[in-house]
């Protein structure tokens, strides 16, 4: 993937992509933005212009970049929060040690530091050690939903950039390239549905989604109502699969959470979340808005369909 495959957000891209050509990059880069804004595969496409050895970077066929693509270069290494142990404080200290032997065979040697929202304050800390006299030939690039989960500390010390979500229009263009078999109306209401984020109208379109946000939409609006009977018709409808179940999940959490913020006053733009604002009391939202999460995570413990659509209408009555 090269930087004119990307979608949405061109001015960054402009800046990133001069960046690169002039060897101006920053040794620290932070992307923050929602989950599927692409910020992994902005960075790692990143980490393929670090380490590629052509004029025009990153050039996607040169041998540094096969080894980037296939995520076996040398240079180039990767620690996801989201993987136990590898934003520790411990695993943090290995980097720092890392960081300063020199690169195998590329210029810079890159780290891609993942979903740094589960790296907590002492692994941090212990990373600031290296920023604040980062080596010679070192790049990192963290990936964190919002800025805000980095200790300012680390944020003086990096470069900040923040990707926004593609508009609908651009998301479908981009996923119809992949779905090329699917009907374009079809893509462009999943991408309308998921306000262009690129990751979920994927998902949405692969696990039967826009069934699924109705279903939330309809369950949501039979627990506002407090139609316990309609809730538990509705919720029985979950056993039909489980990526159906979790999708429909999916979309329940996110209306819970759009309902919680209406109940403290925010802004929402769902309709059926104002609604629930104006009808149900604060810590009755609260209370649902806590037992879909757990629903979530009681549905990935393999629990029998059967039984969870009606397990699910009974802790939606609070
Ligand atoms: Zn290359």
Redesign the pocket.
Known sequence: MQFNEFVANDKLIEEITEAVKTNTLPHAIIFDGAKGTGKQTLAKIIAQSFV???DN??????P??IKAMHSSHPDIFTADGNNTGELTVDAVRNIRADAYIMPNEAPTKVYLLLNCDKMLAPAQNAFLKVLEEPPANVAFIMTVTSANMLLQTVRSRSRLYTLYPATPEEAAEYVSRSYPETDYGDILRAAQLCDGNIGKTVVMLESGGEEAKKLADEIFEAVIKGNEYTVLTLTNKLSQSRVFAVSVLDFLIEEAAECVKASVGAKTNSPISAEAARRMTKSKIFRIAENIDRAKQVLETNVNLNFFGTWLSSVLKV
């Open positions: 590629c050895s052509s970077r990153p050039c996607g066929k040169c540094a970049c």
